[in-house]
């Protein structure tokens, strides 16, 4: 059958596919080494997963919305909107406090983790026909990722999404884990079975969207129902996650675009411009990042005699999130239709 690439398979398999089976692999062959690191080196993993990649791909959705001209000129009222909506849900949420204000943002940021996986797997599955396949992939796909977070919620972990007792809001609901258990590997089960049967009746086998959906199984629940680990959560959610979008941002927005589309843009097609693009990104982050540590976190930044009171954090905070929030509404908007 006709394989759906992004780029090509050397591309995809380096910097999408490969990402949850090769950190994985790096979990389960280093672990005490790993635990060394975060032991004695969280400031470099925090600065390495945290600010150059888990926040870098945050602002490579730059690169498909507010660089490009035309783009932003056609959809101005969305791309203003967004921001603004963002702002204004920050400063409502903060006013019933800084828990539910987390607890929300944290909702969101795992439905936008959630929704990216299925879009790479639908991404993949652009040249398939509709019908029982698809709904067994999207089934399987949500499986892999909604039920480690069920687990997450009714089971207590070493790790938080951003803040401790974001989900503490559940402990009421009643312990639903051996249900959701069962069908979650029943549903593996049957996709499993319906991958073969497709393999052997029909010779077809989707190779990068079987890809993403095993990877997203592998990465979601070793990160979190198997592991209980701050870092190996870190590498196996940041990386899976942070790379693949990345590197999608780019193969789409400027490789596969020609110059006279990119105009300005075109610089980034050559070698330097990859540098410089992965530099710009590293630079927003760095510096979104140093504004968070320096007026609100204070774990691995601060100025000596410079405290913000907690008063103004309620501005500070929403203001802080709008790029992060942004770019989680608006992929709800971005990647649709993307048929090529």
């Known amino acids: 059958m006709r394989q759906s690439w992004i780029h090509n398979a050397k591309t995809d398999w380096r910097f999408i596919l490969s ?6 692999a790096v979990v389960i062959l280093f672990q005490s080494q790993i635990q060394n690191l975060e032991n004695h080196y969280s400031f470099y993993t925090w600065l390495i997963l945290i600010v150059f990649v888990d926040v870098a791909h945050v602002y490579s ?3 498909k919305t507010y660089f490009i001209k035309d783009e932003f000129q056609k959809r101005k009222l969305l791309y203003l909107g967004i921001p603004a909506i963002s702002l204004i849900l920050g400063l409502i949420f903060y006013q019933f406090g800084s828990l539910f204000f987390w607890s929300g943002l944290a909702l969101v940021a795992v439905f936008h983790f959630v929704r990216q996986q299925y879009g790479f797997m639908r991404l993949y599955a652009r040249f398939e026909a ?5 709904f067994w992939d999207g089934l ?10 069920l687990y997450w919620i009714k089971t207590p972990r070493a790790f938080n999404w951003f803040v401790e007792n974001e989900f503490s809001w559940t402990s009421s609901i009643p312990n639903y884990v051996p249900v959701i258990t069962v069908i979650y590997f029943v549903i593996l089960a049957i996709w499993i079975l319906k991958t073969v049967y497709f393999f052997i009746n029909e010779k077809s086998f989707n190779i990068p969207k079987n890809a993403i959906i095993v990877g997203t199984y592998l990465s979601w629940y070793f990160g979190i129902v198997y592991f209980n680990n701050d870092l190996i959560f870190t590498l196996l959610n940041v990386i899976s996650h942070g790379i693949p979008y990345i590197a999608l941002i780019y193969i789409r927005e400027i490789e596969q675009k020609d110059n006279s589309s990119l105009k300005k843009l075109s610089i980034f097609k050559t070698s ?17 990042e140093l504004m968070w540590e320096v007026l609100v976190w204070r774990e691995h930044f601060s100025i000596q005699n410079f405290e913000v009171s907690i008063s103004w954090q309620q501005f500070l905070v929403p203001l802080l999130v709008v790029p992060q929030l942004t770019h989680y509404l608006l992929d709800g908007f971005i990647w649709r239709n993307q048929k090529k």
Request: aromatic share 26%.
């Open 130 to 134: 509709r019908g029982f396949s698809k």
């Open 19 to 24: 990402p949850p089976f090769l950190v994985l």
């Open 272 to 288: 330097f411009g990859i540098f410089l693009f992965v530099l710009i990104l590293l630079g927003f982050a760095f510096f979104e």
């Open 140 to 149: 399987a796909i949500y499986s892999a990722t909604i039920f480690p977070m």
């Open 61 to 63: 959705t730059l690169f």
